[in-house]
């Protein structure tokens, strides 16, 4: 029998502030235990909570960004239960009334992981719709020894959103598209850093399976403690495998949940679903209610900025890049700034030069950065420089195959590349009589390509002109003595 | 009123004794609180506050937390600037 | 005259003009603690080395100030840095708090010192003072009795000149109920009128901290000080606040005073009842219109009170489970365990039943018959007094349906216990404020003589109304003038 998973997510995703969500400690990860801790964090007796205001900003920017309904009316609830790592064994968080409701993220190709952009799926734009956002406070974070477990309060308190999906989502692939478009979404616009290894963004999945073609869910599992996007892929797959071969054998799935042991690639039981949790939710008496309408929404609006689809659109649609090289550029927010400057910065045909940057940008530039472990902010290459090169092509002052090798030469130096271009006497020539002497000298040494030329077989007046570019030491105009040669061999 | 299963709950650990004393007294009390189910309340708000006034935000400022030996200072058991449980199992 | 016998008004003008200095005021105070304390039991610890330091740290400016001074009893429920924080629960055994609440941050900036860790019940959980880690506090009118409570120590130690002033908290009655069982004058503000921050909470949409003073003044110079927005209170007000003082002696002339029929038929004592008649006609004489009101929702005011409250307790508590602070059991055999018997050994019995009751009641299944309902009936509550309020300026009730009751009386009973409150709970239920005050004396207890307080309940923010009514009273009668068995 074939079967289908059915997949839903519940992500948890750190907002990036100052300070905490209820208190003025540093929101920061990494610092010594207990260091960002006070009373209201502690929960200490008396203590009461006060909202950051910029948290609840982030949250509506993304429940705008992701096309949510910002509810008009808001509040915090205190969700119980008892727990080490939470302070007060209560959670202030959201529940009847959160934030945002509704909206959807849109699986571009390319968030696909490399090996699946030729499935058809990912070419499909599947949305998968989410059920709300809301905002809470994070917990401490347990470290476990022999016997003890030890906490570290500055991680409790911290802004957390919780993205909720739908259960729209078939494949392993498809929540890695979801989770990588998310993270690009949340981190291009400063909302988090969204980093799954540190613990910015947080997935639990619930998976079940079903006969294909069934309407009824199967009993799911949450699956727990993946920490790459590609380790939900890992994980989401073995997990859609186990409870298959558990059906297929004529076993049944029951509801638990279970961690994923990335190094052993395997889900293990935590716990089963036997005793439900009883929240006891009620409205936090200490924090007043929250109105989105009096201008909150408005502002946020305004301050929205362009998500990566939206502007891998705009690359499409105003600069005729391909769908791949505007899917690259707009992955990265420090790259789509860097490739715009650089656009700026050159001139000519503004469709054929940003078709070059782009060329130069995904084909040589990714690949230095990457060779000498850099990012883009180590980058030597000014804009303006990158600009002026590309200018350079476009004019027919050098060859693409001279502008490489000057492009490496910026990437070590940071040089100009006119002074690139002087130093090493790459001036294209483009004189008719020189290149004229090139192009007989390569039809005298050449006899065979010459005959094959004239038989018809075009491939050998690239030979020819491979020859007479040798010749000149590459510095022939590559299109001129083309044309040269030509009018020589059919003169 | 399950009063064992609530006051496991509530992480309340009760002697026999007291579940017995516990539950007649509070079945007096839910008795009295009953007198509520009486009244009409339908298509009345809900009180949550007393007066109720939204939007009241902090600005995202940092501000000094403690010293990090004033944080513990009431621990029962700490080790290396943690607070030390017995070990918690998921 | 001792100094101990001192009003705050009093004390303070021999303060200001150097007739005595605050160290003098601690050592008039020390000696009278140490005189009736052993039969009173009003403090769980006095730091009297700190009080002293701080008494000769005052500089001649800080003398100048509002309380420049003037020691302060507190409630063991605010936070006092340094000091330990117990709410007489031992689950809060050594416990030293490392900040201070708002309250104190105000009273120092005023010049005052706060003094001792006044008893109370539990977390504030009761109307006796009984439910203590640190045993019952005894009424200074008949140690047999209870002052009261969950401020009883408070009140206690006012009413046996071992305080000048204190500060009470109050969630059903608690500032107020005492205030009168222990013949004193205390304070309920209105909700936001005093942050609440550094108050340890019960029931956090209904807790309110308030003075409790010999005097309607006291009341209202402790007030002005500690009233107004903080910024660490989400729930904090950001009404102006007025001066208090100067309206105080406007008397009641031309004031409409509402007299609620509800409030005259509960098993009221008939002593009680006859006291309260003679102050309504007193007022009335004072040239205070009177008028007949109606609260009809005043009966459904203890039954909603005991879900919200228990309730908000049950998660407020829930922090208390011995990992960052307070008595842990060291034999757990896992941290459920050690949760369980942590907060066994750590709460008294009427904290547990109440933690037990608002679980249940916000348990799945039973929060929109028990916790919504109740915050519906709080609704119609609040409209029952807006629309008094339409009517008359201020309402008089009794604050108590009897005099203080003898220690143990209750104690088995909860729901006799909190019937203590009934008079008290509908202003807080509704958000707004109430001032009690001693209105004479029932024939009752040891020496034949037990306080009875008038309740006077005004709309909210209108705290000055309350202290003008109670100032016209208390200065047209002798009451303030009597003092316990115990002096």
Redesign the interface.
Known sequence: MEYEAVIGLEVHVQVKTHSKMFCGCKNEFGAPPNTHTCPVCLGMPGVLPTPNLEAVKKTVLTGLMLGCEINRICKFDRKSYFYPDMPKNYQISQYDQPLCLDGGVVLGKYAFPKDAQKDPIASAKKNVRLIRIHLEEDVAKSFHFETTSGIDFNRAGTPLMEIVTQADIASPEEAFAFLSTLQQTLSQARISDADMEKGQLRCDCNISVRPKGQLEFGTKCEIKNMNSISGVRRAVAYEITRQIQTISNGGKISQETRRWDDAAGQTYLMRTKEQAHDYRYFPDPDLMPMRTDLGLVESMKQQMPETPSMREERYMRDYALNDYDASVLSSDIDLSHYFEGVLNAAQGDRQKVAKAIANFIINDLLGLLGGADQTLADCKIMPEHFGGLVSCVDAGKISSKQAKEVFVEMFATGKEPSTIIQEKGMVQISDEGALESFAKQAIEANPKSVDDYRAGKMAALNALKGQAIKLSKGKANPQLIGEVLEKLLNA | ?D?SY?????????SQD?IT??QS??S???E??????K?D?EG???????????????????????P?E????????Q???????????? | MELFFETLTGLREKLATKKVSPTEVLDALKKRVEAVEPSIRAFNHIDWETARAEAAALTPEDLAKPLGGVPVAIKDVMAVKGQPLTCSSRILKGFVSPYDACVIEKLRAAGAIPLGRANMDEFAMGSSTENSADGPTHNPWDTGRIPGGSSGGSAACVSADEAIVALGSDTGGSIRQPAALCGCVGLKPTYGRVSRYGLVAFASSLDQIGPLSKTVEDSARILQVIAGHDARDNTSAAEPVPDYLSGLNQGVKGLKLGVPKEYFIHGIDPEVEKIIRDAIQHLSDLGAEIVDISLPHTNYALASYYIVAPAEASANLARFDGVRYGARVKDGKDVIDTYCRTREKGFGSEVKRRIILGTYVLSSGYYDAYYLRAQKVRTLIRRDFSEAFGKCDAILTPTTPTPAFKIGEKTEDPMQMYLADVFTIAVNMAGICGLSLPCGFAAQGKHGRLPVGLQIIGKAFDEATLLRVGQAYEQSTEWRKERPACA
């Open positions: 009123m009063v609530v006051a496991h709950l509530a992480r309340l650990a009760l007291e004393r516990f007294q509070l007096g009390v839910l009295h609180v009953g007198q509520m189910q009244l309340v009345i708000e809900p009180t949550a506050h007393a007066s109720p006034v939204y939007n009241v935000f902090r600005e995202d400022v940092e501000l000094p937390s403690l990090v004033d944080a513990l200072k009431n621990a029962p058991q080790a290396n600037n943690l607070i030390i449980m017995p070990k918690i199992v998921e």
